[in-house]
């Protein structure tokens, strides 16, 4: 697949660079320096986002294994 050649924080990258340059009022801004702005903050939360999932994740395998 495609996707699998490039990673998590390329697509990020991508995503946000795609999703600044459809916005007509940035035209004259440089949307690399943009990219990074918002790239620091975007790569906080998910990392939060997913420290807490795993974190809900193996509570709810530990409680499993404490029933058994």
Do not use: V, W
Request: proline content about 4%; some cysteine.
């Amino acid at each position: 697949m495609l996707l699998e050649a490039f990673s998590p924080h390329d697509l990020l990258t991508a995503y946000i660079k795609n999703t600044l340059s459809g916005y007509p009022r940035l035209e004259d801004q440089n949307l690399d320096d943009l990219t990074l702005e918002l790239l620091y903050p975007t790569d906080e939360a998910a990392e939060h986002c997913i420290k807490e999932f795993l974190a809900l994740r193996l509570d709810d395998d530990n409680e499993h294994e404490l029933e058994q």
